[in-house]
């Protein structure tokens, strides 16, 4: 009897270990030169599972741009009136059908007259139309010719299953365990580690809090005004890092050189294509996302009281390109009409010249 209880102990010891483990089998794709370990690790199981979840939904059938403009014939629109009548009722169907399949129409316009503004969704709803071609227009050199449409986030749901928002830190300074300052908590936001749950705030607004600079390595041996960062960084570094690993579904060979992480030379190209995403988040969050905070409704606002914002899971859910690289944006090039302002862009590649 005891010996039955000992073998059931140890398959049990066993289950339990193997449940941190992956199934396989594993494929490993070499990304460097021979040696250095850079290596992309993937499991064609996990991979086959996730292809449901970036399959892009069938075009509508094109409309014509002949006859009077939308603005001609509808009220109060504001972004896209240079479309014909007929190309604006394809685009807004397509939007219906990508952000709200089941409430259709009135998720975002009053029944009773669809120029109101009374609802706050269709407030939102147009300047994430904005942003959308923004994003196509000025940001070229993180989406490339692929570029974005609504359905890259929302994949059919009213709100985008990956948002974030500032966290509450957990825990008092007189508590047994300490203030734990954001960290040792379980979150799938940083692949469940102990590492400081809200990198997003550090990293992806703008500003002087959001924009600071990602490193492990310290630039200089002594913690002077020239060396701002400390341990506290590397962690919050660690964190953001953890977070793309589990966004794109890729290792950190995919953007980095093992041998020098943080050196440029010899870098994958994704790298640099990671960079600029960095800074177009910043830009998206500070200037669309964030400022939306009074449209929202209490409870579509986070813990803190600030509006829902966008990481790099927003768009690739776990694919290292949005839909696997498959653009919609062919189908709808009124969404990737000019912003008016490259700036941003302008002022990011600058910076990127002086790395």
């Not at 994704?270 to 969050?285: C, F, H, K």
Request: glycine residues 8%.
């Amino acid at each position: 009897m005891k010996a039955s209880l000992r073998s059931l102990a140890v398959l049990l010891g066993l289950a339990a270990l193997l449940t941190g483990c992956e199934r396989p089998p594993m494929e490993s794709v070499q990304r460097g030169y021979r040696g250095n370990g850079m290596e992309q690790v993937a499991n064609p199981r996990l991979v086959a599972m996730q292809i449901p979840k970036h399959q892009a939904p069938d075009p509508l059938p094109p409309a014509s741009s002949e006859g009077p403009k939308a603005s001609q014939i509808y009220q109060n629109v504001q972004v896209l009136g240079n479309l014909s009548a007929g190309e604006f009722v394809r685009t807004m169907t397509a939007i219906t059908n990508w952000v709200a399949p089941e409430q259709g129409c009135v998720y975002c316009h009053n029944p009773a007259n669809f120029a109101d503004d009374s609802m706050y969704t269709k407030v939102v709803a147009r300047r994430m139309l904005q942003m959308t071609q923004r994003v196509n227009a000025d940001w070229k050199p993180h989406v490339g010719a692929t570029g974005v449409t609504c359905y890259t986030c929302h994949r059919g749901q009213p709100v985008p299953a990956e948002i974030w928002s500032a966290q509450a830190p957990k825990g008092r300074p007189d508590a047994m365990l300490g203030n734990r300052f954001g960290q040792n908590e379980p979150s799938l936001k940083v692949g469940y580690s102990s590492l400081p749950v809200d990198p997003f705030s550090t990293y992806l607004l703008g500003g002087e809090q959001g924009s600071n600079e990602i490193r492990v390595a310290s630039k200089a041996a002594l913690p002077d005004g020239s060396n701002p960062m400390g341990t506290k960084d590397a962690e919050h570094t660690y964190g953001l890092m953890m977070h793309f690993s589990g966004a794109l579904g890729v290792n950190c060979t995919y953007c980095h050189n093992t041998r020098a992480m943080g050196e440029w030379a010899n870098n994958p190209p994704t790298r640099n294509t990671a960079w600029y995403g960095i800074r177009m988040l910043r830009d998206l969050n500070t200037t669309y996302l964030d400022p939306l905070q009074p449209v929202y409704p209490a409870e579509r606002l986070g813990v803190l009281g600030d509006a829902p914002k966008a990481n790099c899971a927003t768009c690739h859910q776990g694919a290292y390109k949005p839909l696997y690289g498959v653009s919609m944006l062919a189908e709808h090039p009124e969404l990737a009409a000019p912003s008016g302002s490259t700036t941003k862009v302008a002022s990011a590649a600058k910076e990127k010249s002086k790395k």
